[in-house]
């Protein structure tokens, strides 16, 4: 098979998916996010040699158009049309959700509006692992399924799922990583009721797994 271009650029995407976020979006207190930072002509061979686990992580923050891109990619939506997102869920249940713990806050991603909505003010980012490099990354992704969303008719099928489509998001955010110069590694490592009670999370509403994004250490 012939080398296919990883990602569309930047400004391709911004035009025909329509990046500006929405006056509803703004209405419910969301923070649009800029034009996404995207690696343009990149190959996915190349960010599949580039892909690897870091635990060691500078300072530097993320700017906000590579953290655009960095959502889009996980489970951004990649057909306006119907809504459906650049990660797969079983029977397009969308039931995966991505929480953004910064230094700043906590936010939940909107993949429709492509805005961050923010969820609280304080810096929850130790309690998204119990590693010690997890507080050090400037960006740690929790994700959390709804689990009356979720497909599958037992509570084994519901749990493989969920933990299957988390794992297509994080993968899309590795490989996004690759070729963005980023670090990043998945964790499952959590103290899960700690980290929900933090987060505010109903019942229904499952930690499965965060994962630190940021610069390698030099």
Known sequence: MDRRTFMRTAGTLCAGLGFVGTEAALAQQSDSLPPPSLPGGRTLEEALRARQSIRSYSE?????EVLSGLLWAACGVNRKETGKRTA????????IDVWVTKKDGAFLYEAKDHALVRKGSEDIRALTGTQSYVPTAPLDLVYVADMSKVAGK???????????????ISQNVYLYCAVMGLGTVVRASIDVPALSKAMGLPPNQRVIMAQCVGYPKA
Not at 60 to 64: F, Y
Not at 154 to 168: C, F, I, Q, V
Request: aromatic share 8%; glycine share 8%.
């Open 154 to 168: 037992t509570e084994a099928e519901k749990s493989n799922l969920a933990w299957a489509d988390t794992g297509y």
């Open 88 to 95: 797969p869920s079983a029977v397009n249940k969308q039931e």
């Open 60 to 64: 530097q923050d993320i700017p906000g």
